[in-house]
Protein backbone atom coordinates (compact mmCIF):
# COMPACT_ATOMS: atom_id res chain seq x y z
CA UNK A 1 0.00 0.00 0.00
CA UNK A 2 1.46 3.03 -1.30
CA UNK A 3 -0.02 6.42 0.15
CA UNK A 4 0.98 9.86 -0.51
CA UNK A 5 2.26 12.62 1.71
CA UNK A 6 0.62 16.14 1.82
CA UNK A 7 1.40 19.25 3.37
CA UNK A 8 -0.83 21.77 3.43
CA UNK A 9 0.32 25.48 4.23
CA UNK A 10 1.93 23.92 7.73
CA UNK A 11 2.95 27.06 10.22
CA UNK A 12 5.35 26.37 12.74
CA UNK A 13 6.94 28.33 15.56
CA UNK A 14 9.76 27.72 18.53
CA UNK A 15 8.43 30.43 21.16
CA UNK A 16 8.12 33.82 19.02
CA UNK A 17 10.27 32.61 16.00
CA UNK A 18 8.52 31.59 13.02
CA UNK A 19 10.54 28.62 11.31
CA UNK A 20 8.27 27.39 9.04
CA UNK A 21 5.81 29.42 7.07
CA UNK A 22 3.19 28.11 4.91
CA UNK A 23 4.50 25.52 4.26
CA UNK A 24 2.73 23.27 1.31
CA UNK A 25 4.43 20.17 0.02
CA UNK A 26 3.07 17.35 -2.43
CA UNK A 27 4.71 13.82 -2.24
CA UNK A 28 3.17 11.19 -4.46
CA UNK A 29 2.28 7.50 -3.73
CA UNK A 30 6.48 5.73 -3.94
CA UNK A 31 7.98 8.71 -4.79
CA UNK A 32 11.36 10.10 -3.26
CA UNK A 33 11.54 14.12 -2.49
CA UNK A 34 14.34 15.47 -0.42
CA UNK A 35 14.28 18.43 1.83
CA UNK A 36 17.24 20.44 1.04
CA UNK A 37 19.14 23.52 2.45
CA UNK A 38 21.60 25.01 5.09
CA UNK A 39 21.04 24.52 8.36
CA UNK A 40 18.02 26.45 9.81
CA UNK A 41 16.06 26.32 6.78
CA UNK A 42 13.68 24.26 8.62
CA UNK A 43 13.96 21.05 7.08
CA UNK A 44 14.76 18.93 10.29
CA UNK A 45 11.65 21.24 11.63
CA UNK A 46 9.59 19.69 8.89
CA UNK A 47 10.63 16.06 9.25
CA UNK A 48 9.79 16.85 13.16
CA UNK A 49 6.29 18.11 12.50
CA UNK A 50 5.52 15.06 9.62
CA UNK A 51 6.68 12.71 12.52
CA UNK A 52 4.86 13.99 15.19
CA UNK A 53 7.65 15.42 17.74
CA UNK A 54 6.39 18.45 17.54
CA UNK A 55 2.94 20.91 16.74
CA UNK A 56 2.46 22.94 14.07
CA UNK A 57 0.89 25.92 15.11
CA UNK A 58 -1.49 25.89 11.69
CA UNK A 59 -1.70 23.63 8.84
CA UNK A 60 -2.65 19.60 7.90
CA UNK A 61 -0.46 17.62 7.34
CA UNK A 62 -1.94 14.11 5.80
CA UNK A 63 -0.47 10.67 4.60
CA UNK A 64 -2.97 9.24 2.25
CA UNK A 65 -6.67 9.66 3.46
CA UNK A 66 -5.70 9.92 7.39
CA UNK A 67 -4.94 13.59 8.81
CA UNK A 68 -1.97 12.92 10.80
CA UNK A 69 -2.68 16.60 12.48
CA UNK A 70 -3.84 15.40 15.93
CA UNK A 71 -1.86 11.80 15.40
CA UNK A 72 0.11 11.08 18.36
CA UNK A 73 4.00 10.34 17.07
CA UNK A 74 3.70 6.26 17.63
CA UNK A 75 0.57 6.18 15.45
CA UNK A 76 1.42 7.57 12.78
CA UNK A 77 3.15 5.10 10.78
CA UNK A 78 6.33 6.29 9.93
CA UNK A 79 10.54 4.66 9.58
CA UNK A 80 12.96 7.01 10.39
CA UNK A 81 16.57 6.86 9.94
CA UNK A 82 18.26 8.93 12.38
CA UNK A 83 21.31 10.57 11.62
CA UNK A 84 23.25 9.14 15.19
CA UNK A 85 21.63 5.39 13.48
CA UNK A 86 19.49 5.60 17.26
CA UNK A 87 19.84 1.90 17.40
CA UNK A 88 18.63 0.52 20.80
CA UNK A 89 21.91 0.32 22.54
CA UNK A 90 20.38 -2.50 25.21
CA UNK A 91 18.62 -4.82 22.50
CA UNK A 92 20.59 -7.22 19.95
CA UNK A 93 20.47 -6.35 16.39
CA UNK A 94 17.71 -8.87 15.87
CA UNK A 95 15.63 -7.42 17.96
CA UNK A 96 16.33 -3.57 17.21
CA UNK A 97 14.62 -4.48 13.70
CA UNK A 98 11.83 -6.40 15.57
CA UNK A 99 11.27 -3.72 17.63
CA UNK A 100 8.70 -2.04 16.09
CA UNK A 101 6.78 -5.95 14.73
CA UNK A 102 6.41 -6.08 18.85
CA UNK A 103 4.69 -2.69 19.12
CA UNK A 104 2.42 -4.25 17.01
CA UNK A 105 1.63 -7.06 18.74
CA UNK A 106 3.28 -9.87 16.12
CA UNK A 107 4.36 -13.09 18.22
CA UNK A 108 8.52 -13.63 18.92
CA UNK A 109 8.49 -16.53 16.03
CA UNK A 110 7.03 -14.51 13.40
CA UNK A 111 9.06 -11.33 14.12
CA UNK A 112 12.67 -13.57 14.48
CA UNK A 113 11.16 -14.40 10.60
CA UNK A 114 10.90 -11.05 9.21
CA UNK A 115 13.70 -9.39 11.33
CA UNK A 116 15.82 -11.94 9.76
CA UNK A 117 14.40 -11.58 6.14
CA UNK A 118 14.67 -7.96 6.95
CA UNK A 119 18.22 -8.43 8.08
CA UNK A 120 19.22 -10.59 4.60
CA UNK A 121 18.13 -7.95 2.64
CA UNK A 122 20.61 -5.79 3.99
CA UNK A 123 23.14 -8.46 4.16
CA UNK A 124 23.79 -8.40 7.49
CA UNK A 125 22.28 -11.85 8.92
CA UNK A 126 25.66 -12.58 10.56
CA UNK A 127 25.33 -9.88 12.69
CA UNK A 128 21.90 -10.14 14.05
CA UNK A 129 23.04 -11.90 17.62
CA UNK A 130 25.54 -9.09 18.48
CA UNK A 131 24.60 -5.59 19.94
CA UNK A 132 24.64 -2.66 17.94
CA UNK A 133 28.32 -1.34 19.62
CA UNK A 134 30.02 -3.86 17.65
CA UNK A 135 28.72 -2.74 14.29
CA UNK A 136 30.31 -0.09 12.71
CA UNK A 137 28.82 3.12 10.96
CA UNK A 138 27.95 1.45 7.67
CA UNK A 139 26.37 -2.00 9.38
CA UNK A 140 24.65 0.04 12.04
CA UNK A 141 22.81 2.54 9.53
CA UNK A 142 21.58 -0.48 7.60
CA UNK A 143 20.29 -1.99 10.78
CA UNK A 144 18.48 1.20 11.08
CA UNK A 145 17.27 1.12 7.49
CA UNK A 146 16.17 -2.17 8.16
CA UNK A 147 14.39 -1.50 11.00
CA UNK A 148 12.37 1.61 9.75
CA UNK A 149 11.23 -0.83 6.26
CA UNK A 150 10.67 -3.88 8.40
CA UNK A 151 7.18 -2.54 9.76
CA UNK A 152 6.29 -1.62 6.32
CA UNK A 153 5.47 2.04 6.90
CA UNK A 154 2.91 4.66 5.10
CA UNK A 155 6.37 6.90 5.15
CA UNK A 156 9.92 6.28 5.03
CA UNK A 157 11.83 9.42 6.70
CA UNK A 158 15.22 10.24 6.48
CA UNK A 159 17.40 12.85 8.56
CA UNK A 160 20.47 13.46 7.29
CA UNK A 161 21.20 9.67 7.08
CA UNK A 162 24.42 9.97 5.66
CA UNK A 163 26.44 12.72 7.32
CA UNK A 164 28.08 9.94 10.09
CA UNK A 165 29.76 7.89 7.60
CA UNK A 166 33.06 8.27 5.68
CA UNK A 167 32.79 9.26 1.70
CA UNK A 168 32.93 6.24 0.42
CA UNK A 169 30.05 4.25 2.38
CA UNK A 170 28.27 7.46 1.48
CA UNK A 171 28.04 6.48 -2.07
CA UNK A 172 27.27 2.55 -1.08
CA UNK A 173 24.50 3.79 1.50
CA UNK A 174 23.15 6.12 -0.99
CA UNK A 175 22.37 3.51 -3.76
CA UNK A 176 20.97 1.15 -1.39
CA UNK A 177 18.97 3.56 0.33
CA UNK A 178 17.67 4.03 -3.07
CA UNK A 179 17.39 0.76 -3.96
CA UNK A 180 15.71 -0.69 -0.76
CA UNK A 181 13.22 2.30 -1.10
CA UNK A 182 12.07 1.16 -4.76
CA UNK A 183 11.58 -2.01 -3.96
CA UNK A 184 9.16 -1.61 -1.03
CA UNK A 185 7.26 1.51 -3.52
CA UNK A 186 7.44 3.38 0.23
CA UNK A 187 6.82 6.60 -0.05
CA UNK A 188 9.72 8.42 1.45
CA UNK A 189 10.91 12.34 2.87
CA UNK A 190 14.57 13.31 2.87
CA UNK A 191 16.34 15.74 4.72
CA UNK A 192 19.68 16.82 4.13
CA UNK A 193 22.11 19.82 3.68
CA UNK A 194 24.28 17.87 0.78
CA UNK A 195 23.00 18.94 -2.74
CA UNK A 196 24.57 15.69 -4.28
CA UNK A 197 23.07 13.74 -2.05
CA UNK A 198 19.36 15.21 -2.63
CA UNK A 199 20.35 15.42 -6.27
CA UNK A 200 21.40 11.74 -6.89
CA UNK A 201 19.14 10.01 -4.44
CA UNK A 202 15.83 11.61 -5.37
CA UNK A 203 12.92 11.83 -7.70
CA UNK A 204 12.20 15.10 -6.61
CA UNK A 205 14.28 18.30 -4.00
CA UNK A 206 12.34 20.94 -2.36
CA UNK A 207 14.93 23.64 -1.98
CA UNK A 208 14.15 25.19 1.28
CA UNK A 209 15.40 28.42 2.40
CA UNK A 210 14.39 30.31 5.73
CA UNK A 211 11.23 28.52 6.62
CA UNK A 212 9.84 28.07 2.73
CA UNK A 213 10.64 26.34 -0.44
CA UNK A 214 11.88 27.96 -2.81
CA UNK A 215 11.21 25.55 -5.58
CA UNK A 216 10.14 22.22 -5.95
CA UNK A 217 11.12 20.09 -9.18
CA UNK A 218 13.59 17.54 -10.33
CA UNK A 219 17.20 17.44 -10.00
CA UNK A 220 17.60 18.23 -13.69
CA UNK A 221 15.27 21.40 -13.86
CA UNK A 222 16.50 22.37 -10.74
CA UNK A 223 19.94 22.58 -11.87
CA UNK A 224 19.53 24.17 -15.47
CA UNK A 225 16.58 26.10 -14.73
CA UNK A 226 16.58 27.67 -11.39
CA UNK A 227 13.17 29.52 -10.19
CA UNK A 228 15.39 32.11 -8.58
CA UNK A 229 18.08 33.75 -7.41
CA UNK A 230 18.06 31.95 -4.52
CA UNK A 231 18.08 28.39 -5.82
CA UNK A 232 20.21 29.52 -8.68
CA UNK A 233 22.97 30.10 -6.30
CA UNK A 234 22.55 26.84 -4.05
CA UNK A 235 22.81 24.81 -7.25
CA UNK A 236 25.83 26.85 -8.42
CA UNK A 237 25.03 29.87 -10.52
CA UNK A 238 28.18 31.79 -9.09
CA UNK A 239 27.53 35.45 -10.93
CA UNK A 240 24.58 36.95 -11.59
CA UNK A 241 24.63 40.03 -14.39
CA UNK A 242 21.59 42.06 -14.76
CA UNK A 243 20.97 43.31 -18.16
CA UNK A 244 18.71 45.15 -20.57
CA UNK A 245 17.80 44.75 -24.17
CA UNK A 246 18.31 47.03 -26.52
CA UNK A 247 17.51 45.70 -29.43
CA UNK A 248 15.84 42.42 -31.58
CA UNK A 249 16.60 41.28 -34.83
CA UNK A 250 14.44 37.66 -34.87
CA UNK A 251 15.41 35.21 -32.26
CA UNK A 252 18.91 37.30 -31.67
CA UNK A 253 18.75 39.91 -29.21
CA UNK A 254 21.85 42.47 -28.73
CA UNK A 255 21.84 43.10 -24.14
CA UNK A 256 23.48 45.85 -22.45
CA UNK A 257 24.78 45.77 -19.23
CA UNK A 258 25.60 48.39 -16.32
CA UNK A 259 28.75 50.58 -17.94
CA UNK A 260 27.12 50.43 -21.32
CA UNK A 261 29.09 47.27 -22.98
CA UNK A 262 27.08 45.34 -25.21
CA UNK A 263 26.90 42.01 -26.13
CA UNK A 264 25.23 39.26 -28.46
CA UNK A 265 22.25 36.58 -27.61
CA UNK A 266 20.67 34.18 -29.16
CA UNK A 267 16.77 33.04 -27.73
CA UNK A 268 17.30 29.87 -29.35
CA UNK A 269 20.30 28.97 -27.65
CA UNK A 270 18.95 30.75 -24.38
CA UNK A 271 15.76 30.27 -23.92
CA UNK A 272 12.90 33.16 -24.28
CA UNK A 273 14.35 36.54 -23.08
CA UNK A 274 12.56 39.82 -21.85
CA UNK A 275 13.70 43.13 -22.14
CA UNK A 276 15.39 42.75 -18.79
CA UNK A 277 16.60 40.15 -17.21
CA UNK A 278 19.35 38.50 -15.30
CA UNK A 279 21.57 36.30 -17.08
CA UNK A 280 22.91 33.93 -13.95
CA UNK A 281 26.19 31.90 -14.54
CA UNK A 282 28.38 29.42 -13.58
CA UNK A 283 31.75 29.81 -13.51
CA UNK A 284 32.30 27.54 -16.62
CA UNK A 285 29.02 28.97 -18.36
CA UNK A 286 31.32 31.88 -18.90
CA UNK A 287 34.61 31.78 -21.13
CA UNK A 288 37.46 33.86 -20.73
CA UNK A 289 38.61 34.50 -24.13
CA UNK A 290 40.99 37.28 -25.62
CA UNK A 291 38.83 39.55 -27.79
CA UNK A 292 35.05 38.90 -29.08
CA UNK A 293 31.56 39.76 -28.00
CA UNK A 294 31.37 39.73 -24.35
CA UNK A 295 31.53 41.17 -21.50
CA UNK A 296 35.01 43.26 -20.88
CA UNK A 297 36.90 42.01 -17.93
CA UNK A 298 40.58 42.77 -16.01
CA UNK A 299 41.37 39.32 -14.57
CA UNK A 300 42.57 38.69 -11.44
CA UNK A 301 43.81 35.90 -8.98
CA UNK A 302 43.59 32.75 -10.85
CA UNK A 303 43.53 29.56 -9.23
CA UNK A 304 44.10 25.89 -10.99
CA UNK A 305 40.93 23.82 -10.66
CA UNK A 306 42.90 20.75 -12.47
CA UNK A 307 40.21 20.86 -15.35
CA UNK A 308 40.43 24.43 -16.06
CA UNK A 309 41.98 27.93 -14.71
CA UNK A 310 39.61 30.05 -12.28
CA UNK A 311 39.72 33.50 -12.72
CA UNK A 312 38.54 36.42 -10.67
CA UNK A 313 37.43 39.39 -12.96
CA UNK A 314 36.94 42.85 -12.58
CA UNK A 315 34.48 43.76 -14.20
CA UNK A 316 31.95 46.80 -14.91
CA UNK A 317 29.17 44.80 -13.30
CA UNK A 318 31.43 43.57 -10.13
CA UNK A 319 33.51 41.22 -9.45
CA UNK A 320 33.02 37.41 -11.68
CA UNK A 321 34.39 34.38 -11.72
CA UNK A 322 34.85 32.43 -14.92
CA UNK A 323 37.04 29.58 -16.16
CA UNK A 324 39.43 29.97 -19.26
CA UNK A 325 41.16 26.88 -20.69
CA UNK A 326 44.32 25.39 -19.91
CA UNK A 327 46.33 25.74 -22.84
CA UNK A 328 48.05 29.09 -22.88
CA UNK A 329 46.62 30.42 -19.56
CA UNK A 330 45.85 34.61 -19.63
CA UNK A 331 48.40 36.38 -16.33
CA UNK A 332 46.80 38.29 -13.95
CA UNK A 333 46.17 41.93 -14.84
CA UNK A 334 45.50 41.16 -18.67
CA UNK A 335 42.51 42.48 -20.30
CA UNK A 336 40.17 39.82 -21.63
CA UNK A 337 36.11 39.57 -21.82
CA UNK A 338 34.08 36.58 -20.91
CA UNK A 339 31.45 35.41 -23.20
CA UNK A 340 28.30 33.71 -21.91
CA UNK A 341 28.15 29.86 -22.89
CA UNK A 342 24.33 28.97 -23.18
CA UNK A 343 24.40 25.15 -21.59
CA UNK A 344 25.87 26.86 -18.27
CA UNK A 345 23.81 29.87 -18.20
CA UNK A 346 20.17 30.38 -17.16
CA UNK A 347 17.57 33.29 -17.75
CA UNK A 348 15.71 34.48 -14.47
CA UNK A 349 13.53 37.53 -13.72
CA UNK A 350 14.83 40.95 -13.47
CA UNK A 351 14.03 41.05 -9.89
CA UNK A 352 15.92 37.83 -8.93
CA UNK A 353 19.59 40.53 -8.97
CA UNK B 1 58.89 2.76 32.27
CA UNK B 2 61.05 4.51 34.95
CA UNK B 3 59.54 5.27 38.23
CA UNK B 4 60.50 7.97 40.31
CA UNK B 5 61.33 7.11 44.03
CA UNK B 6 60.05 10.17 45.67
CA UNK B 7 56.68 9.57 43.67
CA UNK B 8 56.35 6.07 45.42
CA UNK B 9 57.30 7.58 48.31
CA UNK B 10 54.42 10.34 47.76
CA UNK B 11 52.00 7.58 46.80
CA UNK B 12 52.45 5.40 49.94
CA UNK B 13 52.27 8.86 52.01
CA UNK B 14 48.82 9.16 50.04
CA UNK B 15 47.57 5.47 50.99
CA UNK B 16 48.62 5.48 54.52
CA UNK B 17 46.91 8.63 55.05
CA UNK B 18 43.37 7.10 53.26
CA UNK B 19 43.74 3.62 54.94
CA UNK B 20 45.19 4.35 58.38
CA UNK B 21 42.32 5.37 59.94
CA UNK B 22 40.36 2.36 58.97
CA UNK B 23 42.89 0.30 60.58
CA UNK B 24 42.78 2.34 63.79
CA UNK B 25 38.95 1.73 63.50
CA UNK B 26 38.83 -1.82 63.36
CA UNK B 27 42.01 -2.44 65.13
CA UNK B 28 40.68 -0.62 68.33
CA UNK B 29 36.66 -2.65 67.89
CA UNK B 30 38.92 -5.75 68.73
CA UNK B 31 40.79 -4.80 71.98
CA UNK B 32 40.07 -6.13 74.54
CA UNK B 33 39.89 -3.09 76.91
CA UNK B 34 36.79 -1.27 78.17
CA UNK B 35 38.08 2.03 76.66
CA UNK B 36 39.06 3.14 73.12
CA UNK B 37 43.13 2.33 72.22
CA UNK B 38 45.24 0.96 69.60
CA UNK B 39 47.15 -0.54 68.77
CA UNK B 40 44.45 -2.90 70.55
CA UNK B 41 45.63 -4.65 73.84
CA UNK B 42 44.22 -8.66 73.91
CA UNK B 43 41.68 -10.14 70.85
CA UNK B 44 38.28 -9.96 71.32
CA UNK B 45 34.91 -10.18 68.91
CA UNK B 46 32.66 -9.03 72.52
CA UNK B 47 32.17 -5.25 71.25
CA UNK B 48 30.44 -6.57 68.50
CA UNK B 49 28.19 -8.48 70.21
CA UNK B 50 27.14 -5.36 72.31
CA UNK B 51 26.72 -3.40 69.14
CA UNK B 52 23.65 -6.35 68.75
CA UNK B 53 22.95 -6.51 72.88
CA UNK B 54 22.78 -2.96 72.74
CA UNK B 55 18.57 -2.12 71.71
CA UNK B 56 19.50 1.83 70.28
CA UNK B 57 22.04 0.50 68.41
CA UNK B 58 19.81 -1.95 66.52
CA UNK B 59 16.50 -0.10 66.40
CA UNK B 60 18.76 2.79 65.08
CA UNK B 61 20.68 0.95 62.75
CA UNK B 62 17.07 0.06 61.15
CA UNK B 63 15.82 3.03 61.31
CA UNK B 64 18.62 4.53 59.24
CA UNK B 65 18.71 1.35 57.16
CA UNK B 66 14.86 2.42 55.83
CA UNK B 67 15.24 5.94 55.87
CA UNK B 68 18.48 5.46 53.27
CA UNK B 69 16.71 2.88 50.92
CA UNK B 70 13.15 4.88 50.81
CA UNK B 71 14.27 8.52 51.13
CA UNK B 72 16.63 7.19 48.29
CA UNK B 73 13.81 5.61 46.33
CA UNK B 74 11.61 8.75 47.11
CA UNK B 75 14.65 10.69 45.44
CA UNK B 76 15.43 9.05 43.00
CA UNK B 77 11.07 8.80 42.06
CA UNK B 78 11.22 12.46 41.88
CA UNK B 79 14.89 13.15 40.65
CA UNK B 80 14.76 10.90 37.77
CA UNK B 81 11.81 12.49 35.92
CA UNK B 82 12.98 16.00 36.88
CA UNK B 83 16.73 14.95 35.51
CA UNK B 84 15.04 13.68 32.06
CA UNK B 85 12.99 16.91 32.03
CA UNK B 86 16.08 18.92 32.36
CA UNK B 87 18.22 17.22 29.92
CA UNK B 88 15.29 16.27 27.00
CA UNK B 89 13.87 20.07 27.33
CA UNK B 90 17.22 21.62 27.88
CA UNK B 91 17.15 24.50 25.48
CA UNK B 92 13.15 25.58 26.36
CA UNK B 93 13.75 25.15 29.54
CA UNK B 94 15.85 28.26 32.16
CA UNK B 95 19.22 27.95 32.56
CA UNK B 96 18.57 28.42 36.74
CA UNK B 97 16.40 25.59 37.22
CA UNK B 98 18.81 22.84 36.79
CA UNK B 99 20.71 24.63 39.26
CA UNK B 100 17.64 24.34 41.88
CA UNK B 101 18.06 21.01 42.10
CA UNK B 102 21.38 21.35 43.31
CA UNK B 103 20.49 23.45 45.91
CA UNK B 104 20.20 21.13 48.84
CA UNK B 105 24.07 20.45 48.38
CA UNK B 106 24.96 24.13 47.86
CA UNK B 107 23.02 25.03 51.31
CA UNK B 108 24.98 24.17 54.97
CA UNK B 109 23.23 20.89 56.16
CA UNK B 110 22.75 22.69 59.38
CA UNK B 111 20.60 25.69 57.80
CA UNK B 112 18.51 22.59 55.96
CA UNK B 113 18.35 20.84 58.50
CA UNK B 114 16.63 23.70 61.02
CA UNK B 115 14.55 24.77 57.57
CA UNK B 116 13.04 21.70 57.88
CA UNK B 117 12.53 20.97 61.18
CA UNK B 118 10.86 24.63 61.46
CA UNK B 119 8.42 23.97 58.08
CA UNK B 120 7.87 19.66 58.61
CA UNK B 121 7.79 18.99 61.77
CA UNK B 122 6.42 22.40 63.58
CA UNK B 123 4.85 23.65 60.48
CA UNK B 124 3.06 20.93 59.39
CA UNK B 125 3.49 18.98 62.71
CA UNK B 126 4.52 15.82 60.70
CA UNK B 127 5.42 12.25 62.78
CA UNK B 128 9.45 12.30 62.70
CA UNK B 129 9.62 9.49 60.50
CA UNK B 130 7.90 10.97 58.10
CA UNK B 131 9.47 14.44 58.19
CA UNK B 132 13.13 12.27 58.41
CA UNK B 133 11.97 10.52 55.35
CA UNK B 134 11.39 13.65 53.31
CA UNK B 135 14.41 15.39 54.70
CA UNK B 136 16.26 12.50 53.43
CA UNK B 137 15.02 12.80 50.14
CA UNK B 138 15.19 16.60 49.82
CA UNK B 139 18.93 15.82 51.04
CA UNK B 140 20.27 13.65 48.40
CA UNK B 141 18.17 14.73 45.43
CA UNK B 142 21.19 16.55 44.42
CA UNK B 143 22.98 13.09 43.44
CA UNK B 144 19.48 11.62 42.01
CA UNK B 145 19.49 14.38 39.81
CA UNK B 146 23.09 15.24 39.01
CA UNK B 147 24.04 11.45 38.28
CA UNK B 148 21.61 10.35 36.71
CA UNK B 149 21.45 13.60 34.83
CA UNK B 150 24.71 12.25 33.54
CA UNK B 151 23.51 9.56 32.52
CA UNK B 152 20.91 11.22 30.29
CA UNK B 153 23.13 13.76 28.94
CA UNK B 154 24.70 10.79 27.18
CA UNK B 155 21.58 9.29 25.98
CA UNK B 156 20.86 10.04 22.11
CA UNK B 157 17.25 11.07 22.47
CA UNK B 158 17.03 10.04 18.36
CA UNK B 159 17.08 6.38 19.83
CA UNK B 160 13.89 7.74 22.19
CA UNK B 161 12.12 9.22 18.86
CA UNK B 162 12.60 6.55 16.95
CA UNK B 163 11.09 3.77 19.48
CA UNK B 164 8.26 6.20 19.36
CA UNK B 165 7.83 6.34 15.94
CA UNK B 166 8.34 2.60 15.13
CA UNK B 167 4.85 2.37 17.38
CA UNK B 168 5.89 2.63 21.25
CA UNK B 169 3.86 4.86 23.37
CA UNK B 170 6.07 7.60 25.07
CA UNK B 171 5.35 6.23 28.83
CA UNK B 172 6.47 2.80 27.65
CA UNK B 173 9.10 4.16 25.72
CA UNK B 174 10.78 5.56 29.12
CA UNK B 175 10.34 2.13 30.64
CA UNK B 176 11.45 0.14 27.90
CA UNK B 177 13.97 2.35 26.53
CA UNK B 178 14.94 5.13 28.08
CA UNK B 179 15.44 3.30 31.69
CA UNK B 180 18.08 0.44 30.04
CA UNK B 181 20.07 2.94 28.95
CA UNK B 182 20.74 4.66 31.84
CA UNK B 183 20.36 1.90 34.40
CA UNK B 184 24.08 2.01 35.52
CA UNK B 185 23.49 6.06 36.68
CA UNK B 186 20.30 5.37 38.47
CA UNK B 187 22.45 2.43 40.37
CA UNK B 188 25.06 5.12 41.04
CA UNK B 189 22.52 7.50 41.93
CA UNK B 190 21.22 5.35 44.49
CA UNK B 191 24.62 4.21 45.97
CA UNK B 192 25.89 7.56 46.33
CA UNK B 193 22.22 9.02 48.12
CA UNK B 194 22.17 5.38 50.25
CA UNK B 195 25.54 6.65 51.71
CA UNK B 196 25.11 10.11 52.18
CA UNK B 197 21.77 9.24 53.79
CA UNK B 198 22.90 7.24 55.99
CA UNK B 199 25.83 8.98 56.77
CA UNK B 200 23.78 11.99 58.08
CA UNK B 201 23.74 13.83 61.11
CA UNK B 202 23.03 17.35 60.19
CA UNK B 203 19.15 16.84 58.74
CA UNK B 204 18.83 14.15 61.13
CA UNK B 205 19.51 15.77 64.15
CA UNK B 206 16.61 18.73 63.73
CA UNK B 207 14.78 16.07 62.42
CA UNK B 208 14.44 13.52 65.43
CA UNK B 209 12.19 13.20 68.17
CA UNK B 210 11.37 11.55 71.33
CA UNK B 211 11.98 7.36 70.62
CA UNK B 212 13.53 7.92 67.19
CA UNK B 213 17.31 8.18 66.04
CA UNK B 214 19.60 7.15 63.52
CA UNK B 215 22.34 5.24 63.81
CA UNK B 216 24.80 8.18 63.31
CA UNK B 217 23.40 10.08 66.09
CA UNK B 218 23.07 7.42 68.44
CA UNK B 219 27.00 6.65 68.25
CA UNK B 220 27.55 10.19 68.77
CA UNK B 221 24.92 9.96 71.89
CA UNK B 222 26.64 6.56 72.97
CA UNK B 223 30.15 8.20 73.17
CA UNK B 224 29.24 11.10 75.24
CA UNK B 225 28.40 7.97 77.67
CA UNK B 226 30.64 5.40 77.46
CA UNK B 227 34.26 5.38 75.55
CA UNK B 228 34.47 1.48 75.04
CA UNK B 229 35.44 -0.49 71.89
CA UNK B 230 31.41 -0.71 70.95
CA UNK B 231 31.47 2.36 68.51
CA UNK B 232 34.71 1.35 66.61
CA UNK B 233 33.04 -2.01 66.26
CA UNK B 234 29.68 -0.11 64.54
CA UNK B 235 32.17 1.83 62.31
CA UNK B 236 33.54 -1.27 61.33
CA UNK B 237 30.61 -2.90 60.43
CA UNK B 238 29.33 -0.14 58.84
CA UNK B 239 32.74 -0.42 56.55
CA UNK B 240 31.55 -4.03 55.97
CA UNK B 241 28.34 -3.16 54.81
CA UNK B 242 30.24 -0.52 51.96
CA UNK B 243 32.69 -3.09 51.18
CA UNK B 244 29.83 -5.93 50.30
CA UNK B 245 27.91 -3.14 48.41
CA UNK B 246 31.14 -2.05 46.71
CA UNK B 247 31.90 -5.88 45.94
CA UNK B 248 28.37 -6.45 44.61
CA UNK B 249 28.37 -3.65 42.31
CA UNK B 250 31.85 -4.73 41.23
CA UNK B 251 30.85 -8.04 40.34
CA UNK B 252 27.81 -6.88 38.47
CA UNK B 253 29.07 -4.29 36.82
CA UNK B 254 32.33 -2.76 37.56
CA UNK B 255 33.34 0.04 40.06
CA UNK B 256 34.24 2.14 37.42
CA UNK B 257 30.97 3.20 36.16
CA UNK B 258 31.08 5.29 39.50
CA UNK B 259 33.47 7.37 37.65
CA UNK B 260 32.14 7.65 34.98
Known sequence: MTVSLSLNSVSAHYGNARVLENLS????????????????CGKTTTLRLVAGFLKPSSGTIKLGERDLSHLPAHQRDIGIVFQSYALFPHLKVVDNVGFGLRQRGMGAAERQRRAMTMLERVGLTDFAERYPSALSGGQRQRVALARALVIDPGLLMFDEPLSNLDAKLRLDMRVEIRRLQRANGTTALFVTHDQEEAFSISDRVAVMNAGRIEQVDTPETLYTRPGNAFVARFVGYENMIFMRVVSRDGANVVAEIEGGARLGLSQELFGAIPDAFVLAARSEGLAVAVDGDGIPATLGLRTYLGRAYQYRCETPVGELVANGQLV???????????????EQCCILAPEAR | MRTNPLLIAFTALVMVFLVAPLVIVIGSSLSDTSFLTFPP???????????????????TMLTSFELGVFGTGLSLLVGIPAAYALNRFRIELPKWLSSVFVLPVLVPEIVLGFSLMKSLTIGLSMPYFTAMLIGHAILVLPYAVRVVGASLAAFDFSIE?????????????????????????????????FITSINDVSVSLFLTGPGISTLPIQILAYMDQFFDPTVAAVSALLMLVTVVVMAGVEATLGLTFLTK
Open chain 1, 25 to 40: LEVAPGELVSLLGSSG
Open chain 1, 328 to 342: APLPPGAKAVLVPMP
Open chain 2, 41 to 59: RGLTLKWFANVFEVDAFRT
Open chain 2, 161 to 193: DAAISLGSPPLKTFFTVVLPNIRSGVIAAFILA
